[in-house]
């Protein structure tokens, strides 16, 4: 596609519910970062992609956190019996090739979660 | 590890006024520097990298960064500011080999007539 997809745009899930959050890159780019904006907080780092490989999860925050990668492709973040404190937006990036510091990164708009 | 302090959580200036952003990096090796601009329910857009180049980096929209090692500062700047620059405006770094962006928190620039 032109762009960076991310869906759905908005989730509101009750609390104690597992959600899945998608994000489809531009075609062709085989790096994809997964980064969680809470309020009034910075960017922060989840999970890097390179093809269908996960070389990168430190910035998970915990064992109810999970993403996958297929056909070097879609990728879905996966978070299993939500928190509050889950909420935030969740954005997806993806860049060209192993170097994106020079090729660049693509955002998507992201999606909003809001656990009640 | 790698670090971005930006300084103000916002910023507000009249239209015409300079805009200047400030940012602050921590970097063991030299860094690739970006600024990311958002604006309201929308992702992140790129304004400018910095990438061992040259030190003055223009980007769109009028906006200009300048790396100083000595300083270990990117700042951003604007000569004159138009309502629609009023947006969240990050700084982050590349770290590592996986090339991961490292954001500093966030500087929210208001714009008033």
Same mark, same amino acid.
């Given at each position: 596609g032109?762009? @960076?997809s991310q869906s759905?745009?908005?989730?509101? +899930?009750?609390?104690g519910?597992?959600?899945?959050?998608r994000?489809?890159?531009?075609?062709g780019?085989?790096?994809? !970062?997964? !980064?969680r904006?809470?309020?009034?907080q910075?960017?922060?780092?989840?999970? !890097?992609?390179?093809g269908?490989s996960?070389?990168d999860k430190?910035?998970?925050p915990?064992?109810r956190?999970s993403a996958?990668?297929t056909?070097?492709?879609v990728? +879905?973040l996966t978070?299993?019996?939500?928190q509050?404190?889950?909420s935030?937006? !969740?954005?997806c990036a993806?860049?060209l090739g192993?170097?994106?510091?020079?090729y660049?990164y +693509?955002?998507?708009?992201?999606t909003r979660? +809001? @656990?009640v | 590890a790698?670090?971005?302090t930006q300084? #103000?959580?916002?910023?507000s200036?009249s239209?015409?006024a300079?805009?200047l =952003?400030?940012c602050?990096?921590?970097?063991?090796?030299?860094?690739?520097?970006f600024?990311y601009?958002?604006y309201?329910?929308? #992702?992140?857009?790129?304004?400018?990298?910095?990438?061992?180049?040259a %030190?003055?980096?223009?980007g &769109?929209?009028?906006?200009?960064?300048e790396?100083?090692k000595s300083? %270990?500062?990117?700042h =951003? %700047?604007?000569p004159?500011?138009?309502?629609?620059d009023?947006?969240?405006y990050?700084?982050a770094?590349?770290e #590592?080999?996986?090339n991961?962006l &490292?954001?500093g928190a #966030? %500087?929210?620039?208001?714009?008033h007539?």
């Amino acid at each position: 596609g032109a762009g @960076v997809s991310q869906s759905p745009s908005n989730k509101v +899930t009750e609390k104690g519910k597992d959600v899945e959050l998608r994000c489809d890159p531009i075609s062709g780019h085989t790096a994809l !970062y997964w !980064y969680r904006q809470s309020l009034g907080q910075g960017l922060e780092f989840l999970i !890097y992609f390179q093809g269908n490989s996960a070389p990168d999860k430190s910035g998970l925050p915990s064992d109810r956190f999970s993403a996958e990668r297929t056909g070097g492709s879609v990728s +879905t973040l996966t978070i299993q019996r939500t928190q509050q404190e889950d909420s935030a937006v !969740y954005l997806c990036a993806s860049s060209l090739g192993r170097s994106p510091a020079n090729y660049g990164y +693509t955002f998507g708009s992201g999606t909003r979660l +809001t @656990v009640v | 590890a790698q670090s971005v302090t930006q300084l #103000g959580s916002h910023v507000s200036v009249s239209e015409g006024a300079l805009v200047l =952003l400030r940012c602050n990096y921590s970097s063991s090796v030299p860094p690739y520097l970006f600024w990311y601009v958002q604006y309201p329910n929308q #992702g992140l857009q790129l304004l400018l990298k910095y990438t061992s180049a040259a %030190t003055l980096v223009k980007g &769109i929209n009028g906006f200009e960064a300048e790396f100083k090692k000595s300083e %270990t500062s990117f700042h =951003l %700047t604007k000569p004159s500011a138009h309502m629609s620059d009023a947006a969240e405006y990050f700084c982050a770094v590349s770290e #590592g080999g996986y090339n991961k962006l &490292i954001f500093g928190a #966030g %500087t929210r620039l208001a714009v008033h007539p």
